[in-house]
Each structure stands twice: as structure tokens, then as C-alpha cells.
Nanobody
Framework: QVQLVESGGGLVQVGGSLRLSCAAS????????MGWFRQAPGKEREFVEG????????SYADSVKGRFTISRDNAKNTVYLQINSLRPDDTAVYYC??????????????????WGQGTQVTVAS
């Protein structure tokens, strides 16, 4: 089992920034590809960004291109999502997820084996 705990969400003004963190425990973190997803009220959970288990490949949704950046620190068993230039439509619960030895199709929600409980991001206009 892998336990994932997100943190770093909050209320921020339009144009502001946040850094979300997802701390993992339970298995060898460096063996897992990590993804960030988000779910706004009344909408389906959607892919935001992913990073392969080696860290050598990342993928992102077009809606966040140039504004969001995923990174990982295997020494800290943590994956991050740096969010800049926040917009009201970024308001959602943000979830991290993990899949062992994932390197492709990181945008595919069904691939992921473990999920965190989410952290709320609210962008005020």
C-alpha cells in the first residue's frame, strides 16, 4: 500500500501562486509515477500533470501549459505541483495519485493505483 497526503492548498487571489505537496509513504517512492488531478464542483476529475517514475518524462494538460510545473524529490518521498498565474477556473480539489513503474499514458486516470484525499484550491477574483 502507498499512502498519499496532499497539502498546500488554500485561498488565493487571481494571478497568485501556490505550491502543492504530496507526501508518500509505505512503498519505495522512486518506483512510482506520480500524477496530479483536479476536480471542480459538478465536473469530472481531470488530469493536470504527471511525472514518470524515473522523473525523465512529464506530461501536462493543455489548460495548465506554462503555468503549472510538476517535480519530485525522491529523497523526501514527495511530489510537488507549482501553480502560477492562478485563474478562477483553477478552483478545484487537487489530488495526487501513484502508479508503479508508470512512464506513459500518465494522463489516464484509470492507470493509477493509489490516491490521496485531496487539497482544496480556491481562486478568488
Amino acid at each position: 500500500q502507498v499512502q498519499l497526503v496532499e497539502s498546500g492548498g488554500g485561498l488565493v487571489q487571481v494571478g497568485g501562486s501556490l505550491r502543492l505537496s504530496c507526501a508518500a509513504s509505505g512503498r519505495t517512492f522512486s518506483n512510482y509515477a506520480m500524477g496530479w488531478f483536479r476536480q471542480a464542483p459538478g465536473k469530472e476529475r481531470e488530469f493536470v500533470e504527471g511525472i514518470s517514475w524515473t522523473g525523465g518524462r512529464t506530461s501536462y494538460a493543455d489548460s495548465v501549459k506554462g503555468r503549472f510545473t510538476i517535480s519530485r524529490d525522491n529523497a523526501k518521498n514527495t511530489v510537488y505541483l507549482q501553480i502560477n498565474s492562478l485563474r478562477p477556473d483553477d478552483t478545484a480539489v487537487y489530488y495526487c495519485a501513484a502508479v508503479e513503474y508508470g512512464s506513459s499514458r500518465l494522463e489516464n486516470r484509470s492507470r493509477y493505483e493509489y490516491w490521496g484525499q485531496g487539497t482544496q484550491v480556491t481562486v478568488a477574483s
